[in-house]
């Protein structure tokens, strides 16, 4: 275990406090209800024409999809995606309507990712938290440690299929424009949860578009 990795569970026990109260306090946050994950949900936190505007810019960026760890199987993750321009005036918009939600500074965010999924896609279940012991780490405990929170938005109606399933404990979300799933990464004593392990299920009609934000530990660079 690295000494980051030390650092990285004081301060996810800090963050995950301090967004838990905040997000208690606002009246438009819905906890969904389970037990052993903090996830919670806003209705309409992206308007429509918002929403269409980052489609345009996801289309964009998008290309084959890549996840961090070399031994998922094949078809893993057979999205499209790509980072959007965090320099563009409008982005930078969306993100400080989202820093305001969760009260964590923007610096300690990624870039936010667009995907995109057509008919058969999916991601199969996985953890947005980093696994310490894998290859990776090394590089991503220097360049902001830990992932805390998930921030997700929905960017429009699918036909059919393109759920996202906490698989471990029965949570489904079904995507609607403008809709903001968010969720603690981490337990409230700072280590990564088991259970919020999720997937996107394949679309079965139509395209799902979903954008995403990773907030860290500490300044992500």
């Excluded at 964590?104 to 310490?132: C, N, S, V």
């Excluded at 337990?187 to 009609?205: E, F, K, Q, S, Y």
């Amino acid at each position: 275990m690295t000494s980051g990795t030390f650092a990285d569970r004081s301060a996810l026990v800090r963050i995950g406090a301090s967004v838990r109260a905040r997000l208690a306090e606002d009246p438009a946050v819905y906890k969904v209800p389970v037990d052993s994950a903090e996830i919670f949900a806003v209705s309409d936190f992206l308007g429509r024409d918002e929403c269409e505007h980052l489609i345009t810019m996801i289309d964009s960026v998008a290309r084959p999809s890549s996840v961090f760890e070399e031994v998922y199987q094949e078809a893993f993750r057979t999205s499209y995606s790509g980072d959007v321009d965090g320099e563009d005036s409008f982005v930078r918009m969306i993100e400080r309507r989202l820093s305001d939600l969760l009260g964590i500074d923007l610096a300690w965010g990624e870039r936010f990712q667009g995907q995109r999924y057509h008919p058969g896609q999916e991601f199969k279940a996985h953890w947005d938290w980093f696994d310490t012991g894998a290859r990776y780490w090394t590089d991503e405990v220097r360049r902001g440690g830990q992932r805390s929170w998930t921030a997700m938005a929905y960017l429009n109606e699918v036909e059919e299929g393109g759920i996202t399933e906490f698989t471990r404990i029965g949570a489904t979300i079904t995507p609607e424009p403008g809709l903001l799933v968010l969720w603690n990464n981490a337990t409230p004593d700072g280590r990564p949860n088991p259970d919020v392990m999720h997937a996107a299920l394949p679309v079965i009609r139509g395209v799902k578009y979903v954008i995403t934000k990773w907030f860290r530990t500490r300044a992500w660079h």
